[in-house]
């Protein structure tokens, strides 16, 4: 069945993305230099790691249904499951995208965010596919299963997607060196000082 | 189903936590005041969207489920459904937890600050006690359904969660203020500078 083998193409990819994920922020938990900073990155790496315990329990079952022999076989309970699982997974890719683009503006040397933003554009092309495959699914299947949830893509009402992060995050330190003389023309709450541009990601290469 | 209630009972409290917890966090997203700090907290704002989704189709069902005669004519298929799912949320709280530590580090007034450690301190007894209920009810379903996962708390490997961050946000400002004054001590790959005490909940009050 060709949605399963795209699926389980999809999966297998970001699969290895997590682990390489994982890897590149790991040194940033065990030497960040405050709490704040340390439980930020432990804390998206373990929402990773609970996403990659999910994936190895999901791409094997979607290995199996490769063969269209195989899914005449398959009940409409291990079918229910298989469609609520991916329907997570979806939200997971997504989600793995904005670890990818909160973590550009943490990593300045050019290696690390080339490969950090082919990551990103490799999921953002597999989350935007997946949704076609979940709408074709739903189409095949809505007869005899129900489609938990819907397809909107948790991106409503926010403009946050229109940035260009691998962009912006690059910009980030020059702002900060220079924003004493930028001024934030947009309506704020916030107190104004002169380091109002810094963040988590920007504040390790003030010195750089 | 004694346990079902109980279930009920932590899922309702987490329902209306997510919603106090996603408007207080709303104006830090609408006024940003740069790409990272929008981005950061409409993540946080997301993964808590996502969630409340899940516990909307939930929390009906473990209602349904108070009654032992209805039990009775529950299919093995949706148990292991509902026993998945709690599978899930159980890190869902997990990771509200985190969320609402990291968001100590950003509000500085009392009254947002009693409420998040409030809510963070249920949801700990209620992630807690749910580890509890998911051992019982493995342990009473264990023949007819297989429980999905296992009950590790992913903490292992780290100290993060010895860290009392009530008490580490409130003094993060103090100590940005004295950052010239402190020594990282840890032995760290990052480049080292008189701000590096700061993070992107404390930069806000600088000023203040």
Redo the contacts between chains.
Sequence with gaps: MQEMKQLHAIFTRTEAGIKSFRNMIQ?L?D?A????????Y??IS??E??RL?RLE?LIPRLQKLHSVDYLEQVS??EL??LL?DLH?ER?GL??FR??L??AL?EFKADTERQQLNEMREHTQQDYLHMKEIMAKLSEKFSDAIPI??NLHD?DHG?D?HQ?D?FH??ST?SA?VGNSSSQQ?T????????E??????????????
């Design positions: 040194p938990i030497h230099v405050d709490e704040h900073t340390k439980l930020y432990h804390h373990e929402e790691e609970q315990e329990d409409d309970r229910s499951h609520s997570l939200f997504h989600n904005e670890h683009e909160l503006y938990k949830g948790h926010h946050i940035v992060h912006a995050s980030s702002s934030n947009s309506a704020t709450t916030f107190p104004s000082n380091k109002k541009g810094l963040t988590v990601g920007s504040l390790r290469h003030l010195s750089s």
